[in-house]
């Protein structure tokens, strides 16, 4: 897309986020990062960048792909470049002066390997001070109860982004509750096909509609459970 006749600098903001959008649908990720760099040098926000252009990029993405017109390899491609863009922002959103606030181990549910959204709540919850261990994609109950074991987090988040593996949660949730050990953690779920009647049902203390979202839930909790401890 970014040939020798187009210059990003001279584009306006609007414009070069319509350039990313395309960017990211293409899967050009050389593109991508580029722009993410040039929005960064004219000031705007990192949260700015992935909500006004990669977010929207991957919608358009999601909604192809759901109508045919984009196939796994394309989507594949766009994935990537929605992750070169991620990996500029990364560190400008996980840096943080704050003091620890808590620890939580994320990760996408078994027979899943859609990680973006997970990714991007990971790298929120770090930037606003959680320690976060990311157990990655395709997650077994063993993995969670591992982890949970060596980390002793207060939050456990899992992802799930397809109607297949979405009640997988609640396994995991079953075996927490199982294990004597569901009233000592707090669970988060996230992912697209999602809601809070879904998070309700399955016994998650909080559905997150996004990474924002995520924070917000996460701090009010923790401030709950200081309150309690008091
Ligand atoms: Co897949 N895929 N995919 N895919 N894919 C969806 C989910 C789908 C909705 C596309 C569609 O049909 N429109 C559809 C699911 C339909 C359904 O279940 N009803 C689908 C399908 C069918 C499939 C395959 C089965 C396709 C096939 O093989 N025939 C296959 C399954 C593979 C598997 O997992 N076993 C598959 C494969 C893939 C790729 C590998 C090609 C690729 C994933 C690459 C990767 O993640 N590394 C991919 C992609 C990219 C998508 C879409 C297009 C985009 C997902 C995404 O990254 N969105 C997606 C369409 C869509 O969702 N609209 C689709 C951007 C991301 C920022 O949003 O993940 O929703 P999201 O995260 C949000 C919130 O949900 C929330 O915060 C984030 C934003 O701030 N959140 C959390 C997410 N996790 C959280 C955890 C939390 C809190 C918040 O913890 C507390």
Same mark, same amino acid.
């Given at each position: 897309?970014?040939?020798?006749?187009?210059?990003?600098?001279?584009?306006?903001?609007?414009?070069?986020?319509?350039?990313?959008?395309?960017?990211?649908?293409?899967?050009?990720?050389?593109?991508?990062?580029?722009?993410?760099?040039?929005?960064?040098?004219?000031?705007?926000?990192?949260?700015?960048?992935?909500?006004?252009?990669?977010?929207?990029?991957?919608?358009?993405?999601?909604?192809?792909?759901?109508?045919?017109?984009?196939?796994?390899?394309?989507?594949?491609?766009?994935?990537?470049?929605?992750?070169?863009?991620?990996?500029?922002?990364?560190?400008?959103?996980?840096?943080?002066?704050?003091?620890?606030?808590?620890?939580?181990? *994320?990760?996408? *549910?078994?027979?899943?390997?859609?990680?973006?959204?997970?990714?991007?709540?990971?790298?929120?919850?770090?930037?606003?001070?959680?320690?976060?261990?990311?157990?990655?994609?395709?997650?077994?109950?063993?993995?969670?109860?591992?982890?949970?074991?060596?980390?002793?987090?207060?939050?456990?988040?899992?992802?799930?982004?397809?109607?297949?593996?979405?009640?997988?949660?609640?396994?995991?949730?079953?075996?927490?509750?199982?294990?004597?050990?569901?009233?000592?953690?707090?669970?988060?779920?996230?992912?697209?096909?999602?809601?809070?009647?879904?998070?309700?049902?399955?016994?998650?203390?909080?559905?997150?509609?996004?990474?924002?979202?995520?924070?917000?839930?996460?701090?009010?909790?923790?401030?709950?459970?200081?309150?309690?401890?008091?």
């Amino acid at each position: 897309m970014n040939d020798d006749e187009i210059n990003i600098q001279e584009m306006a903001d609007d414009e070069l986020y319509e350039l990313m959008k395309e960017d990211l649908y293409d899967g050009y990720a050389q593109e991508v990062a580029e722009e993410v760099s040039e929005m960064l040098a004219r000031g705007h926000q990192p949260y700015d960048i992935l909500t006004n252009g990669l977010v929207p990029g991957m919608d358009i993405v999601g909604v192809d792909f759901r109508d045919g017109i984009l196939f796994v390899p394309e989507v594949l491609m766009a994935a990537k470049a929605m992750k070169a863009g991620m990996a500029i922002l990364r560190p400008l959103l996980v840096e943080t002066g704050a003091e620890k606030i808590g620890t939580m181990v *994320v990760g996408t *549910v078994k027979g899943d390997i859609h990680d973006i959204g997970k990714n991007l709540t990971a790298m929120m919850m770090e930037g606003a001070g959680f320690e976060v261990f990311d157990l990655g994609v395709n997650n077994s109950v063993d993995n969670f109860m591992l982890a949970i074991a060596e980390h002793k987090p207060d939050i456990i988040g899992m992802s799930a982004l397809l109607t297949t593996t979405m009640p997988y949660m609640r396994v995991v949730i079953d075996a927490l509750v199982e294990a004597g050990i569901r009233q000592d953690l707090i669970v988060m779920v996230g992912g697209a096909p999602l809601n809070e009647a879904f998070a309700e049902d399955i016994g998650a203390d909080a559905y997150c509609r996004d990474a924002a979202v995520a924070v917000e839930t996460a701090k009010k909790f923790m401030q709950l459970r200081r309150e309690k401890a008091r």
